[in-house]
């Protein structure tokens, strides 16, 4: 079965950029967006087909998706932006596979 | 607004069935793909099913395939999830969700921007 790999954990300063990784055998040739998720919420989208921002997404968040790696960036990271961000890829072989998700700290 | 409402969520014992209902509201239902989508306590989302606007074409996680059905009702904005054989397993929250973009199909499923608040199956002897 397909597999995407997150860090579990990362911790960023706010201002700093933040960037989270989500690694998939050719991932770059599958559908890769991902999620926010806070504390008893249900997730956000936050960014879609590799890299479209939804409307109502800060433009501090981006995103790019390439050869077996894609990636969230989180450019000037703030407070509210702590949660945990689940990357998912879809493509007919695969279906919807949904990372191991990594939990953001902003400290 | 735009809006996803599941329901039918509750305790049932192993081996048994329960069937959940994700109500829409606010958009043009019959144009847009429905995922369902799962948490189980303490850990991360697993894509669980989708099914395609018109209600065509369906697709399963491995873990599911086999057991659940997923199915629409345009006239009443509405699409189920009838889970049978449960197990332990599949104790979690029960998220529906919309496909971003309208008249998706097999191919071209991009991600999910309007997400319901999630109902709790618990399986349990």
């Known amino acids: 079965s397909y597999e995407l790999t997150q860090p579990p954990s990362m911790s960023v300063s706010p201002g700093q950029t933040a960037s989270i990784t989500c690694s998939g055998h050719?991932?770059?040739?599958?559908?890769a967006s991902w999620y926010q998720q806070k504390p008893g919420q249900s997730p956000v989208l936050v960014m879609y087909?590799?890299?479209k921002r939804p409307s109502g997404i800060p433009e501090r968040f981006s995103a790019s998706n390439s050869g077996n790696t894609a990636t969230l960036t989180i450019s000037g990271t703030q407070p509210m932006d702590e949660a945990d961000y689940y990357c998912?890829?879809?493509?007919?072989?695969?279906?919807?596979?949904f990372g191991g998700g990594t939990k953001v700290t902003v400290l | 607004q735009v809006q996803l409402v599941e329901s039918g969520g509750g305790v049932v014992r192993p081996g048994r069935s329960l069937r959940l209902s994700c109500s829409a509201s606010?958009?043009?239902?019959?144009?847009?793909?429905i995922h369902w989508v799962r948490q189980a306590p303490g850990k991360g989302l697993e894509w669980v099913a989708v099914?395609?606007?018109?209600?065509?074409?369906?697709y399963y996680a491995d873990s599911v395939r086999g057991r659940f059905t997923i199915s629409r009702d345009n006239s009443k904005n509405t699409v189920y999830l009838q889970m049978n054989s449960l197990r332990d397993e599949d104790t979690a929250v029960y998220y529906c969700?919309?496909?971003?973009?309208?008249?998706?199909?097999?191919?071209?499923?991009?991600?999910?921007?309007?997400w319901g608040q999630g109902t709790t199956v618990t399986v349990s002897s």
């Open positions: 099914i395609s606007f018109a209600g065509s074409n369906q």
């Open positions: 050719k991932l770059g040739d599958k559908s």
């Open positions: 087909q590799d890299n």
């Open positions: 606010g958009f043009t239902f019959n144009i847009y793909s």
């Open positions: 998912q890829a879809w493509d007919s072989s695969v279906a919807g596979v």
């Open positions: 969700a919309r496909e971003v973009n309208p008249y998706s199909s097999s191919s071209d499923y991009f991600g999910m921007d309007v």
